[in-house]
């Protein structure tokens, strides 16, 4: 089934910080944040694996609650260049993470 | 810079029409996913192959879609007597394996439009 990622949108304006939820009804092993700007593609930005560990990636971490079957995406201090829309894709749990259910997204606008 | 490669990049093709997108795999990845994208919607996986082989097709469409992973050269979706329902992005993504910890780089996509 496809996660729920809440806020669907946000607008920031440099500097401020913004969270992003995704939430399974299914047990997961794994949750995968990708970023994708207008016609591109997805950019890879961080995995978080079964164990609730938090991971960094600048001034972008996430969490993974596996009991909670959520994950959350911290930006901090944003920047005009992390406007995009960020989806979240998740594995199921059983391991092996060809098979990743995204997100419909949510689309975060920086602003100057 | 080896990443994925997708081409056509923009693809037009009347209904009817036959519609051949191919993606290479960054250099050392023998994994590669296929995922269809609408307009404000998520990717939804397709197909997933390793060469030779189609491991799961259960995204795919049973009628006019296929997917191959030839020994040599790129993997290549083929959409046979397209629909104006077809048009979307098809994005292409490599991995080096399918463990968990490993992320899935993708390619810039083709936009198909079905006139």
């Known amino acids: 089934q496809q996660p729920v990622q809440s806020p669907q949108a946000v607008i920031l304006r440099e500097g401020e910080d913004a969270v992003i939820n995704c939430s399974s009804s299914k047990a997961l092993y794994s949750v995968h944040w990708y970023r994708q700007k207008h016609g591109e593609a997805p950019v890879f930005l961080m995995i978080?694996?079964?164990?609730?560990e938090q991971k960094g990636h600048e001034k972008i971490s996430a969490s993974f609650n596996e009991k909670k079957q959520q994950s959350s995406l911290y930006l901090t201090a944003s920047q005009l260049s992390y406007s995009g829309t960020y989806f979240c894709g998740t594995e199921g749990s059983g391991g092996s993470n060809y098979k990743l259910t995204f997100g419909k997204g949510t689309l975060l606008t920086v602003n100057p | 810079n080896a990443g994925v490669m997708q081409n056509p990049r923009h693809l037009v093709r009347r209904r009817g029409q036959e519609a051949r997108l191919r993606c290479s795999p960054m250099?050392?990845?023998?994994?590669v996913y296929w995922y269809r994208q609408l307009p404000e919607e998520g990717l939804k996986f397709m197909v997933y192959l390793q060469k030779e082989n189609i491991i799961d097709e259960s995204g795919m469409p049973k009628e006019r879609f296929s997917a191959e992973f030839p020994k040599e050269g790129p993997s290549i979706l083929r959409i046979q007597q397209v629909v104006r329902g077809d048009s979307a992005a098809y994005f292409c993504?490599?991995?080096?394996?399918?463990?968990?910890?490993?992320?899935?780089?993708f390619g810039d996509g083709t936009r198909l439009s079905i006139l």
């Open positions: 978080l694996l079964k164990g609730g």
């Open positions: 993504a490599s991995s080096p394996d399918s463990l968990s910890n490993q992320p899935q780089h």
């Open positions: 250099k050392g990845h023998s994994h």
